[in-house]
């Protein structure tokens, strides 16, 4: 079956000045399937928000292409939401408006608009701040107008970088689990970074773990555990093993590099 993002050979360099360039992300290649949701895990640096910046058609590769659908990404697109760590919300517009935007933007009429947008205010909590602006709201309510406003326009794809990284504990197993639960529904398909190991085994169909220095694929696990996911499977004996896996593909390496620069120091 074609995949329904396809990495294929992705590389990535910033021109440094002087002549000098750094190899974010080397040859990255990666299927996709449609429906799946992958999680991308990684150390700092490893060029996770490059890769997923490139399939969002915000940045262009230096070499290799992604493609959605078999079309090659070059630019922007409906069908691919992407939804940051910092909520980039309109400051000047309330919450029905900033969730009503890109549904304006498509053309929808102001009934539906309403409707949708309602329906996933709700979803997220913010049904008593439809009418309140951006600025009255917390951190965790801000991202989660975003995720809303993302959500509302219905799009196949969701690229999500560190969506939940600055909520407190207990929004973010509740987002989780919302996020989950319309991904059960609707079968769009999810590529989501965390530096959260747990997040990222929780959601996920498969691991993506990335290594550094150059930005690369290092290894992919499979999660293997049933959906629904809930909180007995959070606390699971297979849930630990899989995670413990994880775990250690990136802590291992993250301690191979501190070896190899004191090495490089000494
Ligand atoms: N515009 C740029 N110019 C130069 N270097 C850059 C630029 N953007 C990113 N980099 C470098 O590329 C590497 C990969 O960055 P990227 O943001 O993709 O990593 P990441 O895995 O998402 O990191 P983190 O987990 O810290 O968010 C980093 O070393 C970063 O410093």
């Known amino acids: 079956m074609k995949p329904k993002i396809s990495f294929q050979g992705v590389s990535r360099q910033f021109d440094l000045g002087h002549g000098e360039a750094f190899l974010a992300l080397d040859r990255l290649s990666l299927d996709i399937a449609d429906g799946e949701f992958v999680t991308v895990v990684g150390p700092s640096g490893c060029g996770k928000s490059t890769a997923m910046n490139i399939a969002a058609g915000l940045m262009k590769p230096s070499a290799g292409a992604v493609l959605v ?41 102001r009934a539906e608009r309403k409707r949708t947008a ?50 407190d504990a207990l929004t973010r197993v509740q987002l989780q689990d919302q996020l989950l639960s319309t991904w059960s529904r609707e079968r769009r398909t999810v590529m989501f970074i965390t530096h959260d190991v747990d997040e990222a085994v929780y959601l996920a169909n498969r691991v993506i773990v990335m290594a550094a220095k150059p930005g690369r694929l290092h290894r992919i696990i499979d999660v293997g555990l049933p959906y629904p996911r809930n909180e007995a499977i959070r606390l699971s004996p297979e849930f630990a093993a899989i995670r413990n896996s994880v775990w250690h593909e990136v802590y291992h390496q993250h301690a191979s590099q501190t070896e190899q620069k004191a090495l490089e120091e000494n």
């Open 118 to 167: 309602d329906h996933f205010i709700e979803l997220v909590g913010l049904s008593r701040f439809a009418d309140a602006l951006p600025k009255m709201l917390s951190g965790g309510m801000k991202q989660r107008c975003a995720i809303a406003r993302a959500y509302a326009v219905n799009p196949k794809i969701l690229l999500m970088d560190e969506p939940f990284g600055a909520l």
């Open 69 to 109: 659908d078999g079309v090659e990404v070059s630019g922007p697109g409906p069908e691919r939401g992407v939804i940051f760590q910092q909520y980039a919300l309109f400051p000047w517009l309330t919450v029905q408006e900033n969730v009503e935007f890109g549904l304006k933007i498509a053309g929808v009429e």
